[in-house]
């Protein structure tokens, strides 16, 4: 076991009772949720988001908090009204979102396809049905599919009725009780040539059982902003004792989706390291390298924020000095910490003992593990080792409000939110102050070598983020 793994009292009084006590994210996440709203990125909500994590940051003794300001290329929605009927003159509206990366503006009226779960199989079943109508797509997998039948993401789904000629999608959610869900519909994160939107449930289901016995029509008129927006990360740098230029950057993203306030997706992950900055001032700990705490903007259209975080890194060469990334999304109440390196089991495992040890509940589980699709991706593409904790349900099944208008803070549980931020923090500092981390940089080869071993070459091409030839 690495020396340093036991630095002794300090380090056991992040998990403390006391510390427990003094916890601050459950009240700072229902006061922002409350005085702010949603977060999303480019918006005033998502300024008036960046302030509010800056100044508490300051507040909690960081000297060193800054804005690393970024400009891209982002989409909001403007106006959507979707209507359905059994022919154009007896449309009805319906409830609807339009999903992002959906055009500027759209006009359109056409009939109405059922194109079952939208996979590429229901499309070849019948090639050219959908040709010059709107497909209406299932987002999961229809009840009654046949054994074995495997989704898409909704933006692969759009993308398929795109290349079999539909000029509109129409999107059911999975959820029952009329929840809408938005989300990018777009493979690459531009925008794409047909209007894509979400529907309920019980709307949805029902539109198919008229169409199992006559047509439907639908208008679908919208207007969206694409353009370039301005947003901020917040970092808050705690400098390391001994290995200043060695960094553990502990992030989380900040922003939402503007249908609810984003209190699971992602307030309990970014206001989890917000507290954990919180704690490691309060009980002044300084562990030998450097902490950054991190909360990006833009993750949500596409990673916004860390690729900029990356790129400034890369170009100011102290890329690196990052010794390792964990990343909180949605994290909550963790059984585990997980790593993408293999070699980081017996460091982790031996941090988590000591988190066992202070709470039975927390299992000390370890996974050695590669996805996508939230901040650590724009670091693992780089080579920088990546992880974080793991293993907790989401509370009030807050999954079925992933996303939608119904992530709200009344979804939130304390304890499992106090739970992240204690064992997190033993986490950081645990690799922050040991003397030497089991995970090394990859070089470009090893990192292509490493996303092929994890599977990941696919969807990383889908995405258009291949940046290799083969
Ligand atoms: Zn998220």
Known sequence: MPRKTRPGKKFLAVSTPKCKKNSQAYSTLQQASATIGHRLTGSENGKKAEEYAFNLLKEYGFKDVRYQPFEVESWSRGKLRVLVGPDAAHLQEVKSVSLAHSPVKADLTATVIDMGNGLEADYQARPNVVKNKIALVYLGVLPGSAPGTGTLHRSEKTALATKYGAKGIIIINTVAGGTLLTGTASVTGKLIPIPAVCIGKEDGMNFKKQLASGPLTATISMTNFSGVIKARNVIATLPGKSLPNEKIVVGGHLDTWDLATGAIDNGIGSFSVIDMARTFKALHLQPQRTVEFVLFMGEEEGLL??????????????????????????????????????FCKPLFQAIGALASKLDTTFKNNFSSRAGLHSDHQSFMLHGVPTGG????????KGRDCYHADCDSFDLVDESGLKNTVRFSSMLVYGLADVQKIPAKHLNDAETKAFLIRNNLKEPLQIAGEWRWTD
Do not use: C, H, R, W
Request: charged fraction near 20%.
């Open 305 to 342: 924020g860390s690729k900029a975080y990356v790129a400034e890194a890369t170009k100011n060469k102290t890329i690196d000095q990052i010794a390792f990334m964990l990343n909180y999304d949605m994290t909550n109440d963790p059984k585990g910490y997980n790593a993408t390196d293999e």
């Open 389 to 396: 904790s793991f293993g907790g349900a989401l509370p009030n």
